[in-house]
C-alpha cells in the first residue's frame, strides 16, 4: 500500500454563485515532500488552498489531515492542526516586533500562555536561524523587506508547528537572489519533513524546486506527474489544452521620431538622479535591474505620483511638467503599476467600469457616458486577455489574482496612450495570457506607442525589448542595444560590476 499522505483532498467542488471555482480537485501531498500546484488564472488553486486553511469550505468532496478524515474546518482549526499558508503579500503586523509577530503565531495557539519577553526572543531567534534568516527580532516587521518579512512569516509557521505549508506564488515578487534564498529554505524544511505545497505560475523555476507537479484545470485536477518527468512543453499543454509555444512575439518595427525623452531626471525623494533615456514611436525599452535599484519609483516619478527636482521630461521634443497624474493622462502617458492589488483595481466597482475607468473622457459626450460602448470594449479585453468571469458586470472582487491584473492592464491599454509604462506586466498571469499581452505589446508598438517595460523576468525582458537600460543605484547605468543585451551582461550591470 502507498504511503498516507500528510494531507490530501479528494473530489473536492466549490461554487460561488454559480460559478465552479473548482468541480473535480483531487490532489495529495507527503511529508517531506514539495508538491507544485499549476494551472491557468482562475483554474482554482488559490481557492483550493483556501479549502486547505479553513477560509473557504468546500460544497462536496473530502480532505483528509494524516489519513483521518476532515468534517470541520476553520482558519483557527487548520491552524492548529499544523496547516500554514505563505502568500505574496507578508501578513505581518507591521508596527509589532518580528519576535512579537513571531510569538503571536504560538499565543493564539496557546503554547505560550504568559508574556516572557526574553523567552520570546530567543525562541524568535531560534525559528529565525532555522530559516537561514539574519534578522534582529527587535526590529519592527513595518521596516523589513518583502522578502525578509517572507521569512519571518514561515519562521512564524514552524514556530507554531506547521507540518504542511502551502506558499501561494511566493516569488511573483521576489529578485532572483531572494528566490534562490527561499529555494535554500525550502530545501531545508524538506529535510526536516515539512510537506510543501507550492503555487507559481513561473514554471521555469519549478524542476529546481518540486517533486511532483498537479495541474488544475477550469477546476478539475487534470494529472498529477513526477517533476522530472514532465518537460515544460507537456505541462503547458496540460495547463491550457492544447499546443502552445511561449515564445515571444517580438517583431521589428520602423522605429519613429522620439516620443518620450528624460533629460538629467531625477528626484530626491523617490531615490533616483541623473535619468537619460529617451523611448521612440513604436520602441519598447526594457528597464532591468534589481530590486530597490529605483525602477519602479522611476515609473511613479515620470507618472507625477513622486515629485521629480532635476531635469526635465519632454514629450515629443517638448518640455512638459507632470504634477499629478491626471496630467500624466491627459499627456497620453498610461502606467501599469506593479502593485496591482492596492493601486490597479478597484475591487468593489464591475470589471467593465474598472477597465473603462482612465479612459471616460474618451467614451463621454455630451450626452454622457456611453455605456453600450463601454460594455463592447470591455469585452473585447477581457476576450483577448481571457479573463475568466461569467459577467462582465460583476465586481472585479470575485476574480482570481491574475485575472485581476488582466483587467488592470486591459484600462490602460485602452486609453490608446502615446507612453506606455509598465510595471513587471505579466507578474502572476498565465502562460497563455502572457502570450497574449506581449502580442499586445507589439501591436501598439506598431501602432507608434512608445512603451517602458519594466521587468524582473529576464527572459521577457531579452524577448520583448529593442534596447535594455539596466538600472542600479538610482540610475541608469548602461543602456544594451538588442543585439549586445545578454542575460549575463545585464546581470552584471544590474549588481553593479
Ligand atoms: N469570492 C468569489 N466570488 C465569486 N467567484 C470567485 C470568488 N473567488 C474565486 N472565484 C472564482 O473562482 C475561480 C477560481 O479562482 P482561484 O482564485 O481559485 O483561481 P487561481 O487558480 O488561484 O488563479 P490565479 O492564478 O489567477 O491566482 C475563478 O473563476 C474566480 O473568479
Ligand atoms: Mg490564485
Partial sequence: MAETALLSAFNISKSYAGVHALSSATFDLRSGEVHALVGENGAGKSTLIKIFTGAVLNDGGEISLNGERITENSPAL?????????????????ELTVAENIALGQELNGTLSKVNWKERRRIAKELLDRVGAKIDTETTAGELSMPQQQLVEIARALGSNAKVLIFDEPTASLSEEDTQNLFRVIRELRVQGVGMVYISHRLEELPAIADRVTVLRDGLTIETREMADVSS????????????????????????????????????????????????????????????AGRTELAKTIFGLEEPDEGEILLRGKPIKIGHPSEAIDYGIAYLP?????????????????????????????????????????????????VKTPAIYNAVSTLSGGNQQKVA??????????VLILDEPTQGIDVGAKAEIHELMVELAGQGVAILMISSELPEVLGMSDRVAV???????????????????????????
Fill in 78 to 94: 487548520s491552524k492548529a492542526r499544523g496547516i500554514a499558508a505563505i502568500y505574496q503579500q507578508p501578513a505581518l503586523f507591521p
Fill in 471 to 497: 538600472m542600479h543605484g538610482g540610475t541608469i547605468v548602461k543602456i544594451f542595444d538588442r543585439a549586445d543585451a545578454t542575460q549575463d551582461g545585464i546581470l552584471a550591470v544590474a549588481l553593479g560590476h
Fill in 233 to 292: 512543453e507537456q505541462l503547458i499543454r496540460l495547463m491550457v489544452g492544447r499546443d502552445l509555444s511561449a515564445v515571444f512575439p517580438k517583431r521589428t518595427v520602423e522605429l519613429g521620431e522620439p516620443i518620450f525623452e528624460l533629460k538629467n531626471f531625477g528626484s530626491r525623494s523617490a531615490g533616483i538622479r541623473n535619468i537619460n533615456l529617451s523611448v521612440r514611436a513604436g520602441e519598447i525599452v526594457g528597464v532591468a535591474g534589481l530590486i530597490g
Fill in 409 to 418: 492592464l486591459s484600462r490602460w491599454l485602452m486609453t490608446q496612450p502615446s
Fill in 338 to 386: 506593479e502593485d496591482r492589488r492596492k493601486h490597479g483595481v478597484v475591487l468593489d466597482f464591475p470589471i467593465s467600469s474598472n477597465i473603462t475607468l482612465a479612459s471616460l473622457k474618451k467614451l463621454s459626450s455630451r450626452f454622457g457616458l456611453n455605456f453600450g460602448k463601454e460594455r463592447e470594449i470591455a469585452a473585447e479585453y477581457t476576450r483577448r486577455l481571457g
